[in-house]
């Protein structure tokens, strides 16, 4: 199946400072987003990207499909940020839907 | 916020009894799938429902079953809990023309 990989796994950044997650995926997708789960463990949709790029405030993402891979970039980092991203894909003819999830990227934003 | 509800949020059981999550959404969203999340696996999928009475397994489904009787509800059902199925469950739905996936609070369920 698909293999789904992000980097790095552990990220400790000081408030204010810019950030880059990476999302790394083994097969062509239709279906790529970013979720954020806070310190309560809810999770938040970010973007769905399966190319392009887009943005929303403080946050943008980037997905190259020819070369599988997406970025999400966090700039002017806050505490707030803090918690675990995902990255999940939806493999080229798979159910509408089917994410395969990463590992995820565990962020803390020191004050 | 997406209008979705999980029940219970926590629940203790003992091993080898049933076990019923229910997810509940107000969105009237034809897709609804369950997830497990555990520690080094990140969100695996267990189940999902492409509309009332359509339903299919993922990735990890064995010992679970699930139902959808209306579109608003989707039961995951554990037929005798095991300590392995200890985890925290996400319900999670999107609609026909959108691809976001919109999460639920998620249960915690603890299998003693």
């Known amino acids: 199946g698909i293999q789904v990989e992000q980097s790095p796994p552990d990220l400790i950044l000081q408030e204010g400072a810019n950030s880059t997650l990476r999302c790394n995926f083994s097969?062509?997708?239709?279906?790529l987003q970013w979720f954020h789960q806070n310190p309560w463990g809810q999770l938040i949709n970010l973007f769905y990207?399966?190319?392009g790029t887009k943005q929303n405030g403080r946050l943008s993402a980037t997905t190259v499909a020819t070369e599988r891979y997406s970025l999400l970039y966090i700039s002017s980092s806050q505490t707030t940020d803090s918690g675990v991203y995902f990255c999940a894909v939806e493999y080229y003819g798979g159910s509408q839907g089917n994410l395969i999830f990463g590992k995820g990227t565990k962020l803390s934003v020191k004050p | 916020d997406a209008g979705i509800t999980q029940s219970p949020r926590h629940k203790v059981t003992e091993t080898g009894t049933p076990v019923t999550l229910r997810c509940h959404q107000t969105?009237?969203?034809?897709?609804m799938y369950w997830y497990r999340q555990d520690p080094g696996h990140g969100l695996r999928l267990i189940h999902y429902?492409?509309?009332?009475?359509?339903?299919d397994k993922g990735e990890v489904s064995d010992g679970y079953s699930v139902s959808r009787s209306k579109t608003e509800d989707f039961l995951l059902t554990l037929e005798s809990a095991t300590s392995s199925q200890t985890s925290v469950y996400f319900c999670?739905?999107?609609?026909?023309?959108?691809?976001?996936?919109?999460f639920g609070p998620g249960t915690r369920l603890t299998v003693t």
């Open positions: 999670a739905i999107n609609g026909e023309q959108s691809y976001e996936q919109y």
């Open positions: 990207i399966p190319s």
């Open positions: 097969d062509s997708v239709n279906n």
């Open positions: 969105e009237n969203h034809r897709y």
């Open positions: 429902s492409y509309g009332v009475k359509d339903t």
